[in-house]
């Protein structure tokens, strides 16, 4: 059972196949409604007790009622370049056919879908291939379309006779309910799965948002500490240390803008935009800062630590260095060099520098751990006559954690 689709099949042969209309003519055997009740309170037991055995006990009570010698379900499936129909939760003599799959359009399950009703077929193997190339004998197949609620089609129920004539509209009938309640039981079991995903993705999102407050609180902590040891009155810590949270909102902005829905675990930003954002607040107008670079992804924490990089160098340079006067400006370059981002900031057309700074402030040192430290990568500072240059060299894994 391949699911390959054989030739055509005319009207004639189908009418000879297919004997629903003869279902109501046939004498009912005598109903035994203490067993139905019976089998409709054990799927809802089961239902409440273990939802993933509720379609193989479905099943088994449709085989064991009906009395049949096989029964099935054939799940509709349409991710394949054709639909198909998947053989599942099989019992009795068609066991063996576990996870085989037939086609939509060349198969009795494809009729009943059609339709939309019961389907009683006599011989199917007659006219179907795949049935046939099984050396299968199917006195009478009696078939139930299965929903989930009251649209979207599951696939069919199907319970096999034993003989010829032998089901009657009192199997029909009872199929048809156990049908009806299955179908509500998947919808159930979906609505399920679905709340189940929702509160997953809802821990992930709650465990990920407390392991970022707290790098948070870490690095505000640091700067905080930073800032007071290098500021030489209240105000100025006040202004060093606003411009290094205005950075970082700046990048948590970013992170949440580009982040995916809930469930999917990448996050990223490019640096260019990152770049772009900071730099921004030092040069409102676009005018003194030219930017090249590829696209270049970066994962949450690459993305804190560069923000606070940028800020820092164009605060010293707005402070001390090229945009601290009129006609300075500053040139920012990064590429991908083999397994590492290779980025440059060169400052032109600054004040006059007198070589290295004799005392590294904090901001400086900020930069260095940043680059060295967190984000192992390598750093070279240069204060030339025209200001400062800075090379980093960081390795691709750091940028994407």
């Known amino acids: 059972m391949t699911g390959a689709v054989t030739s055509a099949i005319d009207k004639s042969a189908l009418t000879e196949i297919y004997i629903t209309d003869a279902l109501p003519s046939r004498a009912p055997r005598a109903a035994d409604p203490g067993r139905e009740k019976r089998a409709i309170l054990d799927l809802a037991a089961t239902m409440a007790d273990n939802p993933a055995e509720v379609l193989p006990r479905f099943v088994s009570l449709a085989m064991e009622i009906t009395g049949s010698t096989s029964a099935g379900l054939s799940l509709y499936e349409t991710d394949n370049d054709a639909p198909v129909f998947r053989w599942r939760h099989l019992h009795g003599l068609l066991a063996p056919f576990e996870n085989a799959t037939t086609p939509r359009d060349d198969s009795p399950c494809g009729v009943t879908l059609d339709q939309n009703r019961t389907v009683l077929a006599h011989h199917p193997e007659q006219i179907y291939d795949w049935i046939s190339a099984e050396n299968l004998i199917i006195p009478e197949v009696l078939l139930q379309p299965l929903y989930i609620g009251s649209t979207e089609p599951l696939g069919t129920l199907w319970v096999v006779a034993p003989e010829e004539g032998y089901f009657d509209p009192g199997h029909a009938r009872i199929t048809a309910e156990l049908a009806g309640f299955a179908g509500q039981a998947l919808k159930m079991i979906r609505a399920e799965e679905r709340l189940q995903s929702a509160l997953s993705d809802q821990e992930m999102l709650t465990m990920e948002m407390s392991h970022r407050l707290k790098n948070l609180f870490a690095v505000t902590d640091g700067m905080i500490r930073g800032s007071a040891r290098a500021a030489e009155s209240v105000q100025a810590m006040a202004d060093s ?123 400086t040192a900020l930069i260095a751990r940043t680059i060295e430290g967190q984000l192992r990568g390598r750093l070279d500072l240069d204060w030339t006559g025209d200001g400062l240059r800075m090379r980093a060299s960081i390795p691709q894994a750091r940028l994407q954690s």
């Open 241 to 363: 240390l606003s411009g290094r949270l205005h950075a970082l909102a700046s990048a948590h902005a970013l992170v949440r803008r580009q982040a995916p829905r809930a469930g999917d675990s990448a996050r990223h930003t490019d640096l260019n935009d990152l770049i772009g954002a900071i730099v921004e607040v030092h040069d409102p107008e676009g005018s003194r800062f030219a930017l090249q670079g590829e696209s270049v992804v970066c994962g949450d924490q690459a993305t804190t630590a560069l923000a606070l990089v940028v800020h820092e160098l164009a605060t010293n340079a707005t402070k001390y260095g090229a945009l601290s006067g009129p006609a300075g400006r500053v040139a920012v370059h990064w590429s991908m060099d083999g397994e590492n981002l290779s980025l440059t900031w060169v400052e032109q057309g600054g004040p006059p520098l007198r070589g290295t700074p004799g005392r590294k402030g904090f901001g």
